[in-house]
């Protein structure tokens, strides 16, 4: 909490950390931090004295606050000798909760009015109030709050042929993932937690969990009936603990999620939580956690009712177009299924560790790229892909290589079809990529029906020889 000049990191203030941390602290014993407005607040209310003196006639008040300073609850305790050495019990709270707001964060706090004298050391690192109080954060939520989507609106836990036909047809999406359908990394895998990681993975050998929290901005209008802070606190654990952490690096660059997820600091990682974009005339929200089967309590209800009340507000309108090849590829089958139904893919040159296959991993992080070095081919370079049935195309994707890199960023493009891999003819598609990293997508002027397509790179916006490309995807009819 301090450097070695004993100044602090900016965790927690002196005198915030007095509150917990203190020769005479106020404590509460409390079963849970979540309710919902139809139950009681309960908690034990108890002085722990590790002072010089007892405290006589000590006089333990509390109050229930909220974060617009609203005072719903408050007591006071009989008095109270407190000796020292211990904890003492003061007494029982038990408060309804029906008339508070909600959904809504409170505070109860706890503070001994009548304490041993104290000591104030103004200018000091380590400050004692005079008057020892403390408090805890709880949330108070509604019991049924509205979970039923509007009618534009398609709540699965599944990217399916219905999901997809859905946002095809101008809807909006909620695609809520079961934490094990998340995709994760191949190597040095995200094991998203609710606490942060223990010392650091380094010397841990990547000891779960391996991140350090969220990050989002209460003010988010998809956040608004969701109470939040920046930063993670106790209501997250109910959707964190079974959740996974949604890849960035697959989605488009410069997309910024509702919920970001922090990566171990090592790896340094793009991840999110909860994430929003457009799919042609539709809109989707992917969230790392299912709201479907799995939305069996209050906080996970509340976050449902949240979401769907931005999505059917005109404030739901997302900037960042995103593919549903992009979408397939951040599920554990959206992978697999990536790879399922090619038979084969071949480049007339690549670098070790750069083969063709990489194109069509369903990872952005990958890449196809071209020989380099002294003996690097110029262009043409070329992209084969044979399928194991004929499909009917209506376009393609290519993502540029996302490392920041421009070399083999294509320039000049052409792409052919082919019935049986031997016949191509003219191309379907000719034109050229903008300068840049962003997805670039090419439709046909009318389907097409092929089993082989093949791209070839006419000229690179670098000066060297080299094509590369993160992924190539077909456009298929529905």
């Excluded at 959904?103 to 001994?112: E, M, S, T, W």
């Excluded at 110029?378 to 892909?385: D, E, M, Q, S």
């Amino acid at each position: 909490m301090l450097d070695p000049f004993w100044e602090e990191k900016g965790y927690v203030t002196a005198r915030e950390f007095s509150r917990f941390c203190n020769s005479v602290v106020p404590l509460a014993r409390l079963k849970k931090r979540v309710f919902t407005a139809e139950e009681k607040l309960e908690a034990e209310i108890e002085v722990g004295n590790f002072g010089a003196k007892p405290i006589t006639n000590a006089v333990v008040v509390w109050h229930l606050q909220s974060d617009d300073a609203h005072f719903p609850a408050s007591d006071q305790f009989a008095p109270k000798t407190v000796p020292t050495g211990g904890l003492v019990q003061i007494g029982r709270i038990s408060t309804d909760l029906k008339t508070v707001t909600a959904p809504a964060r409170y505070r109860l706090v706890a503070k001994v009015a009548q304490p041993s004298p104290g000591r104030e050391v103004v200018g000091s690192v380590f400050l004692i109030d005079t008057a020892p109080v403390n408090d805890w954060d709880i949330w108070v939520y509604p019991a049924k709050p509205a979970t039923e989507p509007a009618k534009d609106i398609l709540v699965t836990a599944q990217f399916d042929n219905v999901a997809q036909e859905h946002l095809a047809s101008g809807g909006k999406l909620l695609l809520t993932l079961p934490g094990k359908a998340v995709r994760n990394f191949d190597t040095a895998p995200v094991k998203l937690g609710f606490s942060s990681i223990f010392w650091n993975t380094a010397w841990t050998g990547r000891q779960p969990p391996t991140t350090l929290g969220i990050l989002c901005d209460p003010k988010h209008p998809a956040l608004a009936e969701f109470p939040t802070d920046f930063h993670s606190n106790w209501q997250w654990w109910y959707l964190i603990h079974r959740a996974g952490a949604v890849r960035l690096d697959l989605l488009p660059r410069g997309l910024d999620p509702i919920v970001r997820v922090i990566d171990d600091w090592f790896t340094a990682r793009p991840l999110g939580l909860v994430v929003e974009g457009k799919v042609g005339a539709g809109k989707v929200i992917v969230c790392g956690f299912d709201l479907t089967r799995d939305a069996d309590d209050p906080v996970s209800r509340q976050m449902r009712a949240s979401l769907l009340s931005y999505m059917a507000s005109p404030k739901f309108a997302p900037k960042t177009e995103i593919t549903t090849g992009q979408i397939k590829s951040l599920t554990v089958e959206g992978k697999q299924a990536k790879l399922r139904g090619v038979r084969s893919i071949k480049a007339d040159s690549e670098q070790e560790g750069y083969a063709a296959e990489k194109a069509i991993d369903g990872d952005a992080a990958t890449m196809w790229h071209t020989a380099w070095g002294d003996l690097a081919p110029g262009f043409p370079h070329a992209l084969v892909i044979e399928f194991d049935a004929p499909r009917t195309l209506t376009g393609f994707t290519a993502l540029p290589r996302q490392d920041g890199n421009p070399n083999g960023w294509i320039k000049d493009y052409a792409f052919h079809v082919s019935p049986d891999g031997q016949t191509w003819g003219q191309p379907v598609a000719k034109g050229t990529f903008a300068n840049d990293d962003k997805l670039k997508t090419v439709t046909f002027g009318r389907p097409v029906k092929a089993r082989s397509v093949r791209l070839v790179a006419l000229s690179g916006h670098a000066e060297g020889p080299w094509a590369s490309l993160a992924e190539l995807d077909v456009l298929t009819a529905q």
